[in-house]
């Protein structure tokens, strides 16, 4: 069980994903990092309109190679009738304005039809997250999308609250933890598909290859643990092993 420490959870292509995912990138000189703020919801302020809201993204297209069947199937453990992938769909479906589901091709989407989820496939299979990302940002009629990987199951209600009421702009907006860029658990703006097809095709697989050339905004880990004082939410599960670890 790890703090997000790579770019691959939940959405690549095993061992090449892996090496891809482990190359961390500097952040662009264009980039700001927020000061401490508190959200609408937290002022007690009324949130924003539900279409007007970004749309939610996870990935699902992994092969999940470590784990040895498809996380996205594997149940809660402390909901063992849920399933990973059940309930982040329905955990952003009542924070976001629609949920989009990327898969990694049409046999896999079929173990997903059953969600109340749009479903997409990835535009070019097996070349990794950042893929997943091009392809959910591609089928979004939202600005702005908040964007999981599919093996992340203890993500906080409260820190969805909290990233979707940021201001909203051209930049990203990336949660750091142990100064590590957390990519999948952020929010991308569908202005950014241009940036991200210059990666792809400089075989770039990584999302956080974004942040030397993408305007980006982090948020400081004072902030989230102000909200998440545990940082579950930022827990994905590879194995089999940290599947079984006894949680609290």
């Known amino acids: 069980m790890d703090i997000?420490?790579?770019?691959?959870?939940?959405?690549?292509?095993?061992?090449?994903?892996?090496?891809?995912?482990?190359?961390?990138?500097?952040?662009?000189?264009?980039?700001?990092?927020?000061?401490?703020?508190?959200?609408?919801?937290?002022?007690?302020?009324?949130?924003?309109?539900?279409?007007?809201?970004?749309?939610?993204i996870i990935l699902a297209g992994g092969h999940s190679t470590r784990m040895g069947c498809d996380k996205a199937l594997l149940p809660l453990p402390d909901s063992p009738h849920n399933t990973f992938v059940a309930h982040l769909v329905a955990l952003l479906t009542r924070q976001c304005s629609t949920v989009v589901l990327v898969a990694r091709d049409a046999a896999q989407a079929t173990h997903y039809a059953h969600l109340a989820a749009s479903i997409v496939i990835d535009a070019t299979p097996n070349i990794g997250p950042l893929m997943g990302i091009y392809t959910g940002l591609q089928a979004i009629h939202t600005s702005h999308a908040l964007v999981t990987?599919?093996?992340?199951?203890?993500?906080?209600?409260?820190?969805?609250?909290?990233?979707?009421?940021?201001?909203?702009?051209?930049?990203?907006?990336?949660?750091?933890?142990?100064?590590?860029?957390?990519?999948?658990?952020?929010?991308?703006?569908?202005?950014?598909?241009?940036?991200?097809?210059?990666r792809l095709q400089a075989g770039r697989r990584d999302p956080r290859s974004l942040l030397t050339i993408a305007p980006t905004r982090f948020l400081d880990e004072e902030q989230l643990r102000a909200i998440d004082p545990s940082l579950r939410s930022f827990v994905n599960i590879n194995t089999p092993e940290e599947y079984n670890i006894p949680r609290l």
């Open 4 to 56: 997000q420490k790579h770019d691959g959870i939940g959405a690549g292509d095993g061992a090449n994903n892996a090496d891809a995912n482990r190359a961390g990138a500097s952040p662009a000189p264009t980039t700001q990092r927020d000061s401490p703020r508190k959200s609408a919801y937290s002022r007690g302020e009324a949130g924003p309109r539900r279409d007007a809201l970004p749309t939610g």
């Open 149 to 198: 990987a599919v093996d992340m199951p203890f993500i906080e209600p409260a820190l969805v609250t909290f990233l979707l009421t940021q201001p909203l702009d051209d930049h990203l907006l990336v949660p750091m933890v142990n100064s590590i860029p957390q990519v999948l658990l952020a929010v991308y703006p569908r202005a950014t598909l241009s940036i991200i097809k210059e």
